[in-house]
């Protein structure tokens, strides 16, 4: 009797599982086409394109625009800017139109501000409410200066001094009307009282220096052009707050107060002659609250990497230039999304956006794939957990299952073998032993075709070994038996 390996028994094991992994396979690559052709369909994402308004502060705005344009177009994000588009324009394109596809602007400090309390109006205070409700700040940029200039013969101390004057307070699109207009009011000047003029004041002063006003409000950089020839006209004169600074911070929480040092604009002579108080705002980038976060987060990363310079065209260091101080997202009008919020802490953009979203870019794949991801890759993960914790520990059994799928074939002719060895007694007769050379010739002839991968080589010419050996032992069973002839 020789000795072989256990039988195992499952018929057709091997066949069966080329099937399951082909059908496995097949279904993989049909779910694979249908979410593909799903996503392509549905555009279940943000296009890669967004609309921002980035007229104002003499082109300051824009530069910074310009930037942004730039950083986000590494992200696969088309960004298109409306330089025109400034102040009221910029306010009701993003939330009075319903038909504009402006999604961000650049909107001066204080404006949301000045439309609520007891000096707003009820039409300011509904245009309040709407604005907090529909936009969401990405950060504060810069420091920007509220400018009164008065004519030289005027000498203000105070804004209630220009109570029956006649005042430019600016274009009614510019965003520096409704801060003028707010100050105005907080001191008890209006139209029945004042006349208001709705123009910006000129780079020459001319209105001031030909008498047809008393003051004018400007909301520019310090660093504006305008700005820095006014501040240079000896005819005109600069409203100092040093009295009432603490006041209006108080009391406006958008505002905060700085000094202009004497001699800070030029030394020779002293421009100003003695220091100045000033009321400034921030300038922020707000976007539409149904902005994809995605492309908010992105828009604030770009902020965020993409400050203002601290030094003008000409290199000049710009004054109240404090670095570090800008962007930040602390707004006392907008609120704040938790996303952009975590940015400026961390300065980091999430993994998705950081990695897929560039080599998205180059590889020309749309902006809303990675949208998609960046909505789902966390909800993914979490699902794909679970089944790796349990598919790891079945990816041990592979290998074990692939060395079972080959030797299985060689224990069914072992079986087929071993059934014959054992039906081999002495009390077979000649043609018995006859039928049983048939059946191992039958055996042999199936061993024969068997292919199975070289590590495997040994056992197969085991089996054909002990096929061999049976063989010989019906050879010398048969010569033992006495041969019979017919009667």
């Known amino acids: 009797m020789i000795s072989i390996r256990p039988f195992i ?12 992994l082909a ?93 609520q309390g007891r000096f707003a109006t009820a ?46 307070v600016g274009t009614k699109q510019s965003g520096a009307r409704r801060i003028a207009l707010y100050m105005l009011r907080s001191n008890g000047i209006d139209a ?32 504006a052009r305008t700005i820095q020839q006014l501040l240079r006209n000896p005819t005109i004169r600069l409203l100092d ?3 009432e600074a603490d006041a209006y911070v108080e009391r406006i929480p958008a505002l905060s107060s700085r000094v202009l040092k004497q001699g800070s604009i030029e030394f020779a002579p002293d421009i100003p002659s003695g220091n100045v108080t000033l009321l400034g705002t921030t300038p922020a980038l707000v976007v539409r609250n149904n902005v994809h976060p995605a492309i908010a987060e992105l828009l604030a990363y770009a902020v965020i990497h993409n400050p203002k310079s601290g030094f003008d065209e000409s290199g000049e260091p710009i004054l109240f230039y404090r670095a570090g101080e800008f962007p930040n997202d602390n707004d006392p009008e907008f609120a704040v999304t938790p996303e952009v919020a975590s940015l400026y802490k961390s300065g980091e953009l ?19 794939v990675t949208a998609f991801v960046y909505d789902h890759g966390t909800n993914a993960l979490l699902v794909a957990i679970p089944l790796l914790s349990i598919v790891l520990p079945l990816i041990r059994f592979l290998p074990g299952l692939y060395t079972w799928t080959v030797r299985r074939r060689l224990y069914y002719w072992y079986g087929q073998l071993k059934t014959l060895e054992a039906s081999l007694d002495e009390s077979l007769s000649v043609d018995q032993l006859a039928d049983k050379k048939l059946e191992l010739d039958r055996i042999d002839a199936a061993v024969s075709r068997l292919r199975v991968p070289v590590p495997f080589a040994d056992e197969l010419y085991d089996l054909r070994g002990h096929i061999d050996l049976i063989g010989r032992r019906l050879d010398r069973r048969v010569q033992s038996k006495p041969f019979n002839v017919a009667a």
């Open 9 to 20: 028994g499952i018929d057709s094991m091997h066949m069966r599982l080329h099937r399951f």
């Open 23 to 115: 059908i496995a396979v097949l279904g993989l690559g049909v779910l694979a086409l249908a979410a593909s052709a799903a996503i392509v369909i549905l555009k279940p994402g943000p296009q890669g394109k967004v609309v921002i308004a980035s007229g104002g502060s003499e082109g300051a705005y824009y530069q910074l625009a310009l930037a942004y344009q730039r950083e986000l177009a590494r992200f696969g994000v088309d960004v298109e800017l409306r330089p025109q588009m400034e102040g009221r324009d910029t306010l009701r394109a993003l939330f009075v139109d319903a038909n504009s596809d402006v999604q961000v602007g650049f909107i001066k400090g204080g404006i949301a501000a000045s439309l």
């Open 123 to 168: 039409e300011e205070r509904k245009w309040h409410d709407r604005q907090v409700e529909v936009l969401r700040s990405v950060g504060r940029l810069f420091y920007e200066p509220v400018w009164i200039f008065s004519a030289g013969s005027q000498n203000l101390r105070s804004l209630k001094e220009l109570k029956g004057k006649r005042i430019l």
């Open 192 to 223: 029945a009282n004042s006349t208001l003029i709705e123009e910006d004041l000129s780079i020459d002063a001319a209105p001031l220096a030909s008498g047809k006003a008393d003051a004018a409000f400007l909301v520019l950089p310090t660093e």
């Open 241 to 243: 707050f040093v009295a």
């Open 350 to 368: 999430p993994f998705v956006l950081r990695t897929l979203a560039p080599l998205n870019q180059r590889l020309g794949i749309p902006f809303w």
